[in-house]
């Protein structure tokens, strides 16, 4: 696309990410809906991916198996009881995707990443690696009290029960845990998924397609990417997850592993290598229409916030990034008192 000229180059927008005349406060928003839509459609099958990862549960990983355990769940606990701990993602997602996305798109500008003109593979890859370990700070208690709501058996009444219980029994070190295990997973899973979306999308997008937000290209490379980057960081994630379970487990080697070297050494001694790829399609299935759905909407929330009054929309900017930055430092400081960081 660089060799085009300038009149037909001038209509090949920086489709891949919120254009730049968009504020902080409008990313920050954008990324909030992102976030809980993401999640919230597709949590079902997260809901299963946590159930095929915790150590006592079938090692199975086809996605008949997969289908068969969500009919299960159906018929012993409700339909509902598939969005079983949803309250703790949609309290948590949104201020977590809203730093993610207000830190991606700063970092992405300090790199020089919005030159429209040039391919910036690295500088979106960098930029998605710092997006998350901002984000994971503060999202990493509610992923906690997620899975443990999500496990079969679990007794907890609502989120704040289970938080107050795990706090009570096993202290504010287990909301972070697993925090080194997944900014290990977190941060290529980012690089991957973004380096990707920015790659397809500008292979995928037609030439003769209109200038600004073209759904097809968010949705079809943001699904490839989201795809990917989930695939390969598969066994990661299940570190995470018996990281994030041990407190409810009932075998003593479970309850009391430590890091990720422990916690990777009881999954290969009890399943062998195909334990690592444990609840890889629900994973897939999961992130695939997730990372879409983020990536198409995060450029439309803007334009939609382009229709308000002016003052309006300063206020709801200012505020975002007040709470944005409070939220930030809290995690930060929770960290710090932790020494994870």
């Not at 928003?29 to 919230?40: D, M, R, T, Y």
């Not at 200038?211 to 994630?237: F, K, Q, R, S, V």
């Not at 487990?249 to 916690?263: F, L, M, P, Q």
Request: with cysteine; glycine share 8%.
């Amino acid at each position: 696309m660089a060799g085009k000229d300038k009149d037909e180059g001038g209509d090949d927008d920086d489709f891949e990410s919120l254009p730049p005349n968009y504020s902080l406060g409008a990313n920050m928003l954008a990324g909030g809906f992102a976030g809980i839509a993401e999640h919230s459609v597709m949590y079902p099958f997260d809901l299963v991916k946590t159930r095929f990862q915790v150590i006592s549960s079938s090692s199975s990983r086809s996605p008949s198996r997969m289908f068969k355990t969500v009919q299960s769940i159906i018929k012993t606990d409700g339909v509902l009881s598939l969005w079983r701990g949803l309250p703790s993602v949609v309290v948590g997602a949104g201020p977590a995707h809203a730093i993610y996305f207000a830190t991606y798109e700063t970092v992405k500008e300090a790199f020089g990443g919005n030159d429209e003109l040039k391919h910036h593979p690295f500088a979106a890859a960098g930029s998605g690696a710092c997006a998350t370990i901002a984000s994971d700070a503060f999202m990493n208690p509610f992923d906690v009290v997620k899975q443990r709501m999500q496990i079969k058996g679990s007794t907890y009444q609502s989120i704040l029960h289970c938080a107050k219980t795990v706090y009570t029994k096993e202290g504010l070190t287990a909301f972070y845990a697993s925090y080194p295990t997944t900014l290990f997973m977190s941060i290529p899973f980012a690089a991957i998924q973004i380096a990707a979306y920015d790659s397809l999308s500008r292979v995928i997008r037609p030439r003769t397609a209109p200038p600004g937000n073209h759904i097809p290209t968010h949705l079809i490379a943001g699904g490839m990417a989201g795809a990917l980057a989930a695939g390969l960081t598969t066994p990661l994630d299940c570190i995470k997850t018996v990281l994030q379970t041990r407190g409810t487990a009932t075998d003593a080697e479970i309850r009391s592993v430590k890091g990720i070297a422990k916690a990777a050494t009881i999954i290969k001694h009890r399943y062998g290598f195909q334990g690592f790829f444990r609840g890889s399609w629900p994973r897939i299935i999961t992130a695939a229409p997730s990372t879409a759905i983020c990536w198409w909407e995060t450029p439309s929330v803007p334009s939609a916030l382009a229709a308000l009054p002016s003052k309006i929309l300063l206020t709801l900017q200012q505020e975002l990034l007040r709470t944005g930055q409070e939220l930030f430092h809290q995690a930060l400081q929770r960290l710090i008192a932790l020494r994870i960081c």
